[in-house]
């Protein structure tokens, strides 16, 4: 078994690089994203050989032997001829089979999908993009955004990015599994279960949506799936954790109690604090976190994990909330969240347009910080860089970020071993950190934080020039800290 397993990696590892080349000849018509500057050489060298682009853990990944050859032979087909065709990565569109579960507008609802066949490991994930909660709101979005709330217009086509991407180089660990992107339609967060009606005049089926993906899925081979990682950002995020363990009930309760259901949630982890300057309920963007909540689930009839809903009966707008929802889940969840979180420090009405941020601001920006920090202690699995950010997990520069020395994916991965030896009664692996949170405590203090642009110029910033515009006084915060100005620079510029 040993030479089998040798010989097994030594083809597969050429097969795979011969993938990987295949796919850099023909990225080029992809139209791909631009990628941030390439990181300080350390970062590259901390990272080591070309191994991690190219993982062969046959028993995380796929406990793979019982289906390598299948593998094998789909990704040789895949390849051949690779000079003469474009390699297929795009998820195509499905509608639901349910037609009566539908987008707020009453379109039909559906989910993008890419399958791997010989895989059993599945991602699904839930689109982001914020909530209305009131008839006028609600208008005013299907107005201006109505992709978020009708498919009449959605392509044919989607193209994965981050861990929704086929490519080893872009998704080491998540690149051959079955892909699967829900449109987010719902406008509730996906916490929705209520049909459209003459006061409302929307639909509000979040939670049904996601419960139908997977039922649809099953006639797909999810149904011979090992896991299902359910993963989300932003609004998305906040929808895995809320929808997460009812996913896992559902498996179970239609008999398919093997496949293991985890939850990913990025930039979905909020915080119901007060705002910096108290304003007017009128639009997301103005209102006070808990106060949209609060009219939202009124109106759209949303739904929350039975166990968090029993524990704030008749507050139940508190399970919107991550640190307050996250002791009632069941099944594994992996948080994602940047310490200062922009969509955060947009309600609670902090606005980096340009001015430099007064000193009660910055005050306010570094206490954001401190609190998520302390509600996030407590979460076995996560990964919380210090930057000025919003969502992560399908950038094209995910692969980028670390804490403490570790990148994103290689944290999920040392999750996905310790999940699986877990099982088997078995200590979690030695140097496989799977909580992470940076200790510094400025936005973008981490050196690997995506690229800051200045809002109005377009203009990349360094972390000094970003905090010198943000009114950061280099010369009293040193003398707080009883050092010089010029050592307190050189610390921020290397992330100390």
Same mark, same amino acid.
């Given at each position: ?108 609802? *559906? ?5 791997? /066949? @010989? ?5 699904? #994930? $839930?689109?982001?993009?914020? &909530? ?122 239609? *008999? ?5 259901? /985890? @939850? ?5 982890? #909020? $915080?119901?604090?007060?705002? &910096? ?220």
């Amino acid at each position: 078994m040993t030479l089998i397993r040798v010989v097994s990696s030594v083809l597969l590892l050429i097969l795979m690089q011969s993938g990987a080349l295949c796919a850099r000849r023909f990225r080029g018509g992809r139209n791909p994203q631009p990628r941030r500057s390439p990181p300080p050489p350390t970062y590259r060298a901390d990272r080591g050989d070309t191994t991690e682009s190219f993982p062969l853990d046959f028993t995380a990944v796929e406990e793979n032997m019982d289906n390598f050859m299948t593998q094998v032979k789909n990704l040789a087909q895949s390849l051949y001829p690779c000079s003469a065709q474009k390699l297929d990565y795009d998820m195509r569109l499905n509608f639901l089979e349910n037609t009566s579960v539908t987008c707020n507008d009453g379109s039909p609802a *559906g989910y993008y999908l890419k399958e791997s /066949r @010989g895989s059993r490991r599945w991602l699904i #994930f $839930l689109e982001g993009g914020w &909530y209305c909660f009131n008839k006028e709101n609600c208008d005013s979005r299907y107005e201006t955004m109505r992709r978020l709330m009708s498919s009449s217009k959605w392509p044919q086509t989607k193209t994965g990015t981050g861990i929704l991407s086929p490519l080893p180089e872009e998704n080491p660990h998540w690149w051959n599994a079955n892909m699967v992107f829900v449109p987010y339609c719902s406008s509730d967060v996906w916490s929705g279960a209520t049909a459209k009606t003459d006061q409302s005049g929307y639909a509000f089926m979040g939670s049904l949506i996601i419960q139908e993906v997977v039922k649809d899925l099953l006639k797909k081979g999810l149904e011979n799936a090992k896991v299902l990682l359910l993963a989300g950002s932003s609004a998305g995020g906040t929808g895995v954790l809320l929808n997460v363990d009812r996913v896992a009930e559902l498996l179970e309760g239609l *008999g398919h109690t093997a496949i293991q259901v /985890r @939850g990913l949630s990025d930039s979905g982890w #909020f $915080l119901d604090n007060k705002q &910096y300057h108290c304003t007017d309920c009128v639009d997301t963007a103005s209102c006070a976190p808990t106060e949209t909540i609060k009219r939202g689930i009124k109106y759209w009839g949303g739904m929350v994990p039975e166990r968090c809903k029993q524990a704030h009966e008749g507050e139940e707008w508190n399970c919107f909330f991550g640190y307050r929802v996250f002791p009632s889940i069941k099944s594994p969840v992996f948080v994602v969240q940047w310490l200062f979180d922009e969509a955060q420090l947009t309600v609670d009405n902090i606005q980096l347009t340009g001015q430099p941020v007064q000193e009660g601001q910055w005050r306010y920006i570094q206490n954001l910080g401190t609190e998520l920090r302390n509600t996030l202690k407590d979460v076995p699995a996560m990964f919380a860089p210090a930057c000025l950010s919003h969502e992560v997990i399908t950038r094209n520069y995910w692969i980028d970020v670390q804490v403490k020395g570790t990148s994103l994916p290689r944290a999920l991965h040392c999750w996905d071993r310790s999940l699986h030896d877990n099982r088997n009664n078995k200590a979690p692996p030695k140097g496989c950190p799977v909580h992470l949170i940076d200790s510094c405590p400025w936005p973008h203090c981490n050196p690997t934080c995506p690229t800051i642009r200045d809002q109005f110029t377009g203009q990349e910033m360094n972390v000094i020039q970003f905090l010198m515009h943000m009114g950061f006084d280099v010369q009293k915060m040193a003398q707080q800290q009883g050092m010089d100005p010029s050592k307190l620079l050189g610390m921020l510029s290397s992330g100390s």
